[in-house]
């Protein structure tokens, strides 16, 4: 278990700024993960904490001791990458054993502690047995176990998963969780799927050119996106926005095709702050206002509304998703299943009230 501090880390590439002051600090085995979008410098700060690539400014501690220019075998982090690099020519056990035989571990240790290491991670059938007979999830779990063998202070995954098929990276992604949790040893976990990042991160890092949107648990980064920027890359399908005029007293936003009404946080938000704003309301909070559910409107029945015609039907198995055309451009809703959805048709979105986002329209960020 170990505390890792990142104080204003920084890395330039040329004139390239590849992670700018970046400033976290964990908890005792806390399970990080970075997010965002390809070359946004989730890589680079892997790097810097394994000390495989050197900071150019700010500085890492880890417990407490300064190891910004030590190297990486004095650091005490393993690495898993997304090709999970296994020597060929080794059984299991000598893939996992390698490590501690390097450090000098003895024969009976070694022993005891990679069986007790492969039993954890359910791999123990498969000790005598090369890389190449090995099933892609059986790789990566020795990948894994070749990483905590030693029982390392920091755990680095740089997307371990991607090269695994939808239904065994659902089932990786529960048990990295349940074994880290277990083992409780701090982890920086890499993905650039959002999904991912809100079912297995105690908190989550959104990054975007080097610099780190917003640091949050899953639930407040969805609830209370920072800035225009996360709250389209946290979610799917992704959130839509729309610009917005406003009525005075700010609890109605309104333009070409729709009408919003803002819970009482965002409308008192909203009278702090002048100028143009754009709305965001996930597809998930929209549902055809004509239906069992679309009278549920708040108090006075006063709901809000998007008004478009029916462009595209998904159905998703109990959900359906729908994208309408507005005055305002394309809306997108998912809701649950229902009859009487045709291309062509006109239809009247129901919101909820509470559940919407304004941001400013200069700078992306949120108004509350
Ligand atoms: P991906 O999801 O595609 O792996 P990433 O978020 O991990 O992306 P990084 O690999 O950290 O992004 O790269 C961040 C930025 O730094 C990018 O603009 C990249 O081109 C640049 N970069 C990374 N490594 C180097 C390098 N060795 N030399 C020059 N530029 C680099």
């Not at 085995?29 to 700060?45: D, N, R, Y």
């Not at 898993?80 to 390698?98: D, G, I, K, R, S």
């Not at 359906?320 to 998912?334: C, F, N, R």
Request: with cysteine.
């Amino acid at each position: 278990m170990a505390i890792i501090e990142l104080d204003r880390l920084s890395k330039a590439f040329g004139g390239v700024n590849a992670v700018r002051s970046l400033d976290l600090t964990t908890e005792d085995g806390e399970f990080v993960v970075l997010v965002g979008p390809s070359g946004c410098g989730k890589t680079t700060t892997m790097r810097m904490i394994a000390g495989l690539e050197g900071a150019s400014g700010g500085a890492i501690r880890i417990d407490g001791q300064d190891v910004t220019d030590m190297g990486p075998t004095d650091r005490d982090v393993a690495m898993v990458f997304q090709n999970y690099a296994l020597y060929p020519h080794l059984t299991v056990y000598e893939n996992m054993a390698f490590c501690l035989r390097v450090r000098r571990w003895s024969k009976a240790r070694i022993d005891e502690q990679v069986h007790r290491t492969a039993k954890a991670l359910g791999i123990d059938e498969l000790l005598q047995r090369k890389p190449a007979a090995l099933s892609g999830g059986q790789r990566q779990r020795v990948a894994l176990g070749r990483a905590i063998v030693r029982e390392p202070r920091v755990f680095l995954m740089d997307e371990p998963l991607s090269n695994l098929d939808a239904k065994l990276r659902i089932e990786m992604r529960a048990e990295i969780v349940k074994l880290c949790r277990r083992l409780k040893v701090t982890t920086f976990y890499v993905t650039h799927d959002q999904l991912e990042a809100l079912t297995m991160g105690h908190r989550i890092v959104v990054m975007q050119g080097g610099v780190a949107q917003q640091i949050d648990t899953p639930q407040k980064i969805y609830d209370e996106p920072a800035n225009r920027f996360v709250a389209g890359f946290i979610g799917s399908p992704p959130m839509n926005f729309l610009d917005a005029g406003r009525t005075e007293g700010g609890a109605t936003l309104q333009g070409p095709g729709f009408r919003l009404r803002a819970g009482p946080r965002v409308t008192a938000a909203l009278r702090e702050q002048a100028g143009p704003v754009v709305a965001g309301i996930r597809p998930e909070h929209l549902r055809p206002a004509e239906g069992p559910d679309g009278a549920a409107e708040g108090p006075d029945g006063a709901a809000g509304s998007i008004t478009g015609r029916i462009e595209i039907v998904e159905p998703l198995g109990s959900q359906v998703m729908i994208q309408i055309a507005t005055d305002s451009g394309l809306v997108t809703a998912q809701f649950e299943r229902r009859d009487g959805l045709a291309v062509g048709n006109p239809i009247t979105l129901a919101q909820t009230p509470d559940m919407l986002h304004v941001f400013d329209a200069t700078s992306g960020r949120s108004v509350l």
